[in-house]
């Protein structure tokens, strides 16, 4: 949070690919998936999907999705899955990063980006602590992005974020 006051001193916006951030977020919670019983799976046609983002910034809000979806997946038995949809549509992709978790109750979906707000499934882990999803949103507000959140009781959650789509990189011939 404390980084958050400075943000724009420590921002380098350029194209991103998205794939490459996902696989290594995901990457570096590998352990709690296998632990949790989660699969994250990644649906894209692409090869590359670029998205103008800070790759430090946007890793980081990343990684607070996944931490979520992965802790309010966690009393559920068996396996669950965590999908990670990319779709591209004219200057802009979205990625939506659907779990099988717990839920929000509707009453609570409206406050979630609020800071420390923990909501009904506060009380219920312990180590919620209302400040995920608030520097989530506080990041995509900074870099341009939006985020939206949609969730149903016992079924589970979705997060969308959506990007200016970037520019491939071409590698020159030197």
């Known amino acids: 949070m404390i980084r958050l006051e400075s943000f724009e001193n420590d921002l380098e916006v350029k194209s991103v ?12 919670r590998k352990r709690e998936f296998i632990y949790q019983s989660v699969f994250p799976s990644i649906e894209f046609e692409g090869k590359y999907a670029y998205v103008v ?7 980081i809000l990343l990684d607070q999705i996944v931490s979520n979806a992965i802790k309010y997946s966690s009393t559920k038995r068996g396996r669950k899955n965590l999908i990670f949809r990319i779709e ?15 839920g929000i109750p509707p009453y609570d979906l409206d406050r979630v980006f609020q800071p420390f707000f923990t909501g009904e499934n506060g009380r219920k882990f312990p180590n919620s602590t209302g400040i995920g999803l608030y520097l989530c949103k506080k990041i995509a507000d900074k870099l341009g992005q939006t985020i939206t959140i949609q969730s149903k009781v016992s079924k589970g959650t979705t997060v969308t974020i ?3 789509r970037g520019m491939e990189k071409h590698k020159s011939n030197k």
Not at 53 to 59: A, G, L, Q
């Open 162 to 164: 959506r990007w200016v």
């Open 53 to 59: 983002t800070d790759p430090k910034w946007n890793e």
């Open 17 to 28: 690919d998205l794939l490459s951030s996902l696989r290594k977020v995901i990457n570096g």
């Open 88 to 102: 591209e549509n004219g200057n802009y992709t979205s990625l939506s990063i659907t779990d099988e978790g717990v």
